[in-house]
């Protein structure tokens, strides 16, 4: 399987506080992502990125921001936490068309 | 734009009983077709596959086929076991070079001996 890594595997925060989760890939992967997952929502997505400092929006982007300064390390930051971003965090990579994608374990983050 | 839909769960099977789930999906183009699995505590790992119209996904007694004309993409298994517990998620693909996968919201299986 592919290494991927996420960090923290789980946090609580407070309101109102800047939060910032990584996602490590040792696979040379292209593309990577940032889904959310939610009791009857399934998975969305946050954020991609397609290349080093190529990122763009998903369906659910309000109140995040990525980055991608290196192609193994993929940062989703929460700018300004709320409750409603309580929720399962999950990277994932893949090189690309065709490819599967190698999801990371999950990041659990309570935002109190 | 692309979406997926999939049956609601929860589904409850005994051991050795028929499986399907449906899915269907909206999407402009030609889209590639997934089904991921998703085990308790853990992320999702790709189940099968199909890139065509008329291919066949299989892998581990899971089958789905890839039906243009009906826009669906059922997940099946002959007979179930309780380790394949578990939530599973059909996905569909936009290609290009922004490449991402549209899931479902996800079905919950629970299989009991």
């Known amino acids: 399987d592919a290494g991927i890594t996420q960090s923290p595997r789980h946090k609580v925060t407070e309101t109102g506080t800047p939060v910032t989760l990584r996602c490590h890939q040792t696979?040379?992967?292209?593309?990577m992502y940032w889904y959310r997952q939610d009791p009857g929502h399934g998975l969305r997505l946050i954020h991609y990125?397609?290349?080093?400092?190529?990122?763009d929006k998903g369906e659910v982007s309000d109140g995040y921001s990525v980055s991608r300064s290196k192609t193994e390390d993929f940062l989703l930051t929460l700018e300004s936490a709320t409750s409603s971003q309580t929720s399962v965090y999950f990277c994932?990579?893949?090189?690309?068309?065709?490819?599967?994608?190698?999801f990371g374990n999950g990041t659990r983050l309570t935002v109190t | 734009g692309n979406s997926v839909t999939q049956m609601e769960g929860p589904v409850t099977l005994s051991e050795e009983a028929f499986l399907t789930i449906n899915c269907t999906y909206t999407?402009?183009?030609?889209?590639?077709l997934f089904w991921y699995v998703q085990y308790p505590g853990e992320g999702l790992q790709l189940l099968l596959k199909?890139?065509?119209?008329?291919d066949k996904g299989s892998n581990k007694g899971f089958e789905a086929t890839y039906r243009k004309e009906t826009t669906s993409f059922h997940l099946e298994k002959g007979s179930v076991q309780v380790s394949d517990s578990a939530v599973y998620f059909c996905?569909?693909?936009?290609?290009?070079?922004?490449?991402?996968?549209?899931f479902g919201k996800g079905t919950l299986l629970t299989v009991n001996p």
């Open positions: 994932a990579s893949t090189f690309g068309e065709y490819s599967p994608l190698h």
């Open positions: 696979e040379n992967h292209r593309y």
């Open positions: 990125s397609y290349g080093v400092k190529d990122t």
């Open positions: 999407a402009t183009g030609y889209p590639s």
């Open positions: 199909a890139t065509k119209a008329d």
């Open positions: 996905a569909l693909s936009s290609g290009g070079s922004n490449y991402k996968l549209t």
